[in-house]
């Protein structure tokens, strides 16, 4: 068994309620729901948290060290900026998996660096809330993989 953070960044905990037509009508507290619920089907302790602080996110990626045995990143805008955000997983040393739920290299030409993928093990994007259930077998198959 696994255990695995969900993380969601800035801005994420608007799902469903604003601009449905870029982001969709699933609210946060539904795709937490998916995540959870993948856990409990799989055999896998999900743990979900969403801030809009980015030293938040960081105290969560240091926290999960010996915790969690991998993360879902969703860092939101932080990442296309936050460098915070990428030495704080190049520190835990635990394996991440990136995601969006637009295509973001599909989108504004500022949408396409990700200082996250520098530090991950894949990028899942484009898929909407489907695309948590993706990184979810992403990362417990990588961690199938390791022991
Ligand atoms: O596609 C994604 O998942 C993003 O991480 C979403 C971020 C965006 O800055 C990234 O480039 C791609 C924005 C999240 C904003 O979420 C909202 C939801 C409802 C209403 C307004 C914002």
Redesign the pocket.
């Known amino acids: 068994m696994a255990s695995i953070l969900v993380l969601n960044?800035?801005?994420?905990n608007?799902?469903g309620?604003?601009?449905p037509e870029?982001?969709g009508s699933t609210t946060l507290a539904e795709i937490e729901t998916l995540c959870v619920d993948y856990g409990a089907t799989n055999g896998h302790d999900v743990t979900c948290f969403q801030s809009n602080h980015e030293g938040a996110l960081v105290d969560a990626i240091h926290n999960a060290r010996g915790v969690h045995n991998g993360i879902v990143l969703?860092?939101?805008?932080y990442?296309?900026t936050s460098i915070a955000l990428m030495d704080a997983i190049a520190s835990v040393e635990l394996p991440v998996i990136e995601?969006?739920?637009?295509n973001?290299h599909a989108?504004e030409e500022f949408?396409h660096k990700s200082y996250i993928a520098k530090v991950s093990i894949g990028q899942i994007?484009g898929f909407g809330p489907a695309g948590y259930g993706l990184a979810l077998d992403a990362l417990t198959g990588h961690l199938k993989g390791m022991s």
């Open positions: 960044g800035p801005n994420l608007l799902l309620t604003r601009q870029v982001y969703n860092a939101g805008a990442t296309h995601l969006h739920l637009s973001i989108r949408r994007c």
